[in-house]
């Protein structure tokens, strides 16, 4: 076969010493520092640190050390690199050459500010044809670099009126909202605490396919997933594929993406096999979360226009072959302080564990109160296919902590009020003292857990493979904030009453506990006891994007983000809207792509094979032999060609009916059930048994063998 025989791209680095290259791309703080005079590089860092305002002239003077440095790279245009909430990136190319002065310029206005067309962005109604002024900030926080010869500016992406129009705005106002609270409780423990920085690990999975075979299959290249396939007699199922040797096109493939990203200063680590065959995954080191934000999106374009040279395709859809695993985007979060301290990593310093424990608990609270709100900010028409699949966590939300942290909270809960007698070990009395023999790895892993405690962070394994990661951090930051805010109430409330401050903390710490137990689960995520299970203790299951977006509009969720200055609720309605309409569109999509594959491509093949058989089966009787056996094929593959086209005409009058539905929620509801749950099963399984009828070579349809077991 063709695709067998491709010849691999030999990937080439720069040096063999990854050291040499990496950040080459970027202009970082050691280019600054390099290219800038003092006063100005004090002022920048400053910025960037505090988020101070960069004055015009300070920017001046930056813009000029930039567009040295970029023309010094060969770079020819640039751009503000934004967000916007279309769920994938954009750009607006400017060329550095001025034809009246013949000379190459950049000045600090274009370095700070631009105006983009903000109607022609999803604005969830902002901003519309007539209003249409937005503009995109610079975000110094997040580096600048050069990719494909244009240097790329990070920044913001708000409205005239000042609503932000993009995923970053909201992460950076939701990181300064979970500083402000973290450093609270941390002054209990630490008075050298002065700032909290949320931290993020990016683990990316993704397929790879051959690209002439994607460009076979219209519903792949329309839709990123086969609404239609037979799954070979080989899928998953012996487990051989997960971390083990990797395809050698792959490897190469990986071996280049990796270049680029260490170029631009992406700190990409790991690299292996993924359970189904043809996937696979990247994981970076920890960064700054909204650095390591921009890095995942970076990454991701990095992996597309690098996978045209192998002549492969990368698929970031979550869950692009039935049969097989989906693909996942596991966020790992922890909160790291300016004295360097983990506040999730357990220690064998008693006053630390204390501090541990806070974050821990205040972690489990915020899950616990705000769980319908996680669950819709992973909420995406990919997504609703693969929660609760093989190695997919429900969508359920619930906490795993594993035996060792279990015990010790319960134990917390139980001898919370022992009374603390002169000269008591209050530690002992309360079984804190088990936590210095809490060490990494001390807790199992749970796979079907969508936010488990993994030693020293929380891994929220439910957001799906093509999202933004800023928009659940966004979430998470806020819950975690809110909570924060609250237990310093408590607390504080309990030290004014007399209380002495460590037994205040545990006092809190206890009823805490209590409150959250029921969102914590250690068992199998997969399994209907736990739906049972979850639904007795009050947790909601929200299977369906079109259900779970709906938290949005709710008081709670309002409330909660205007507490913190995150999203107004103009804001918040514009992105209900806005995620509702993409899924309706991705549904309306598939939907379509169905009836074409079906109408114009897999019924005639049907019946060009149905006359194929009646020919025989003629010619059979002509001799006198037994012919039923072609009759019976022949009937069949009528009854089920008749059950396609019903089933797509009345899909698609299904859809002509909903579209008529105004109201947004209720139309997306409606194509979640009148269209996909009431015809696609039906018209997928009228396909598969006619792929099972016709005759192999003649079947339209790449099978998934061919294209997911690459050498």
Not at 399 to 411: H, K, P, R, Y
């Amino acid at each position: 076969m063709k695709v067998q025989g491709r010849p691999k791209v030999a990937a080439v680095a720069p040096s063999l010493k990854i050291s040499d290259y990496f950040g080459s791309q970027v202009f970082g703080l050691k280019e600054m520092q390099e290219t800038l005079a003092s006063p100005v590089f004090k002022k920048v860092s400053t910025a960037i640190e505090k988020g101070t305002k960069i004055d015009m002239s300070t920017a001046d003077e930056i813009a000029t050390a930039v567009k040295s440095w970029a023309l010094s790279k060969g770079a020819t245009h640039y751009t503000h690199w934004f967000q916007p909430l279309t769920g994938s990136t954009a750009e607006k190319h400017d060329t550095f050459f001025d034809a009246l002065s013949g000379m190459e310029k950049f000045k600090g206005s274009a370095l700070v500010q631009q105006e983009p067309d903000a109607s022609s962005f999803p604005s969830g109604g902002i901003r519309t044809t007539f209003e249409a002024r937005g503009y995109t900030a610079w975000d110094p926080s997040s580096p600048i670099f050069i990719f494909d010869q244009t240097l790329c500016i990070p920044t913001i992406f708000v409205s005239f009126t000042g609503e932000a129009l993009d995923f970053k705005t909201p992460l950076i106002r939701s990181t300064e909202a979970i500083n402000n609270a973290a450093v609270d409780i941390c002054q209990y423990f630490d008075r050298n605490v002065k700032k909290v920085n949320p931290s993020l690990g990016v683990e990316q999975e993704y397929f790879v396919i051959d690209r002439a075979l994607y460009a076979t299959r219209p519903d792949l290249v329309m839709a990123g997933r086969t609404v239609f396939g037979h799954n070979p007699a080989r899928g998953q199922q012996l487990d051989d594929h997960y971390f083990g040797s990797i395809p050698s096109r792959v490897k190469e493939y990986m071996k280049d993406f990796e270049i680029e990203a260490l170029k631009l200063g992406i700190p990409v680590s790991t690299r292996h096999n993924e359970v189904a065959p043809g996937q696979f995954e990247v994981a970076p080191l920890f960064e700054d979360i909204n650095k390591a934000t921009d890095h995942n999106l970076l990454l991701m374009d990095v992996m597309e226009k690098v996978a045209e040279k192998h002549g492969l395709k990368v698929l970031f859809h979550e869950k692009p072959f039935a049969g097989l695993n989906g693909s996942g985007k596991h966020n790992n979060w922890s909160l790291i302080t300016d004295t360097g301290v983990n506040l999730f990593q357990p220690s064998n310093s008693a006053r630390e564990n204390l501090q541990f424990l806070c974050f821990l608990v205040a972690t489990l609270k915020a899950v616990y109160k705000n769980a319908d709100l996680l669950r819709a900010s992973i909420a995406s028409a990919g997504n609703d296919f693969r929660l609760g699949a093989n190695e997919a966590p429900p969508a359920i939300i619930s906490v795993f902590l594993g035996s060792t942290l279990t015990g010790i909270l319960d134990e917390l809960e139980k001898n919370g009020n022992i009374k603390i007698e002169k000269g008591d070990n209050m530690y002992m009395k309360l079984g804190i003292s088990k936590i210095p023999e809490i060490i990494l790895d001390n807790t199992d892993r749970n796979r079907t857990s969508p936010f488990a405690f993994t030693g020293n962070k929380f891994e929220f394994r439910a957001v799906g493979s093509s999202a933004n990661p800023a928009g659940p951090m966004t979430a998470l930051n806020v819950i975690v904030a809110d909570v924060l805010k609250e237990m310093k109430k408590d607390i504080d409330k309990e030290i004014d009453a007399g209380k002495e401050k460590k037994i205040a903390i545990v006092d809190v710490l206890r009823k805490y506990i209590k409150e959250s137990k029921k969102v914590r689960f250690e068992g199998d995520g997969y399994s209907e006891e736990w739906e049972k299970e979850a639904e007795k203790r009050g947790l909601s299951n929200l299977k369906s994007t079109a259900d779970a977006l709906d938290v949005l509009l709710s008081k709670q969720v309002a409330d909660l983000y205007k507490r913190h200055n995150v999203l107004n609720e103009k804001e918040l309605h514009a992105r209900h809207e806005i995620r509702l309409e993409n899924y309706v569109m991705k549904v309306q999509i598939e939907s379509r792509v169905m009836g074409d594959l079906a109408l114009n491509h897999i019924i005639p093949t049907a019946i060009l094979y149905q006359n194929k058989l009646i020919v025989n089966a003629n010619g059979l009787k002509g001799l006198g032999l037994d012919h039923r056996a072609a009759i019976e094929t022949i009937e069949e593959i009528s009854k089920h060609i008749e059950s396609l086209k019903s089933n797509v005409s009345n899909m698609i009058e299904a859809r002509k009916r909903v579209n008529k539905v105004e109201d947004i929620s209720e139309k997306a509801k409606l194509y979640s059930t009148d269209v996909k749950d009431a015809f696609f099963d039906k018209i997928r399984y009228a396909v598969d048994k006619l792929e099972l009828l016709v005759d192999d070579e003649s079947w339209p349809l790449t099978k998934y063998r061919e294209m997911l077991f690459l050498k």
